[in-house]
């Protein structure tokens, strides 16, 4: 008997050293588990001290193509009559590109249509037709657009969609001075913030190049007849995200 409780003795004592060793291992663990989640903590909030710009440029460029679309039609009672009026007109449009300086060929047929129609027994025929110029002689297409009424004067009747319009088509050599000028003007922004705040402006975190656009300096319409003006403005927004150190 005092065998059997000399073991249940050793028994007890070995299961409460045991029992020590387990609570010092848990307690262990959770020590260092909580220093790891603290430290990620630490680093996780480091790494959410970060600000977000916006940096812009803007230039002034002048268009290197003007396109002017010249829309007119003829009526008559009957198809003949309709394409001879409509002769007449092109003749008097030709004419007239020739005496402010350009070419035969300079205008193209961009499209013709014929319609019939008929109001109490009379037949009438419309044929619109659409010739189009297209120029790198900006001041001379612009000298040519002031001219327009005198195609009116010779008889030719102008619609709707008549105009000139203006395009700049060197965006592309321009492009990476802009993205480069407006990245600049974001981490000035970036500084500035870092300094009222007494950070330190890091490495780039996340980057958005805007998109490019292109408007008329002076607004949409310079006036009748011209929907545009050779003169633009070119504007592009860069979003950055810094980190703050």
């Keep these: 008997m005092k065998n059997e409780k000399g073991h249940l003795r050793e028994h007890d004592r070995l299961r409460g050293r045991s029992g020590l060793y387990a609570a010092a291992i848990i307690s262990a663990g959770l020590a260092i588990g909580g220093y790891l989640m603290g430290d990620g903590l630490v680093r996780m909030k480091q790494s959410d001290r970060a600000v977000t710009v916006r940096g812009l440029d803007e230039r002034e460029v002048t268009a290197d193509l003007a396109t002017w679309n010249i829309a007119y039609s003829a009526q008559a009672n009957d198809l003949q009559s309709a394409q001879a009026a409509m002769d007449r007109d092109t003749q008097a449009i030709s004419a007239f590109f020739k005496e402010v300086g350009f070419d ?21 025929f419309t044929i619109r037709q659409r010739l189009s110029l297209r120029t790198t002689d900006i001041k001379k297409a612009q000298a040519a657009v002031k001219r327009q009424f005198d195609l009116v004067k010779r008889g030719v009747v102008l619609e709707d969609g008549s105009g000139m319009s203006y395009s700049f088509t060197k965006l592309n050599d321009i492009k990476p001075e802009m993205i480069a000028k407006a990245t600049m003007d974001a981490r000035k922004s970036a500084e500035q913030f870092a300094k009222d705040s007494g950070t330190d402006v890091g490495a780039i975190q996340s980057a958005t190049q805007g998109y490019f656009e292109v408007t008329s300096r002076d607004g949409d319409d310079g006036g009748w007849g011209v929907t545009d003006t050779p003169y633009k403005k070119v504007r592009v927004v860069t979003t950055v995200q810094y980190n703050l150190d």
Aim: proline share 5%.
């Design 104 to 124: 035969g060929d300079a205008l193209q047929p961009t499209g013709v249509n014929v319609s019939q129609y008929s109001n109490d027994g009379v037949q009438t």
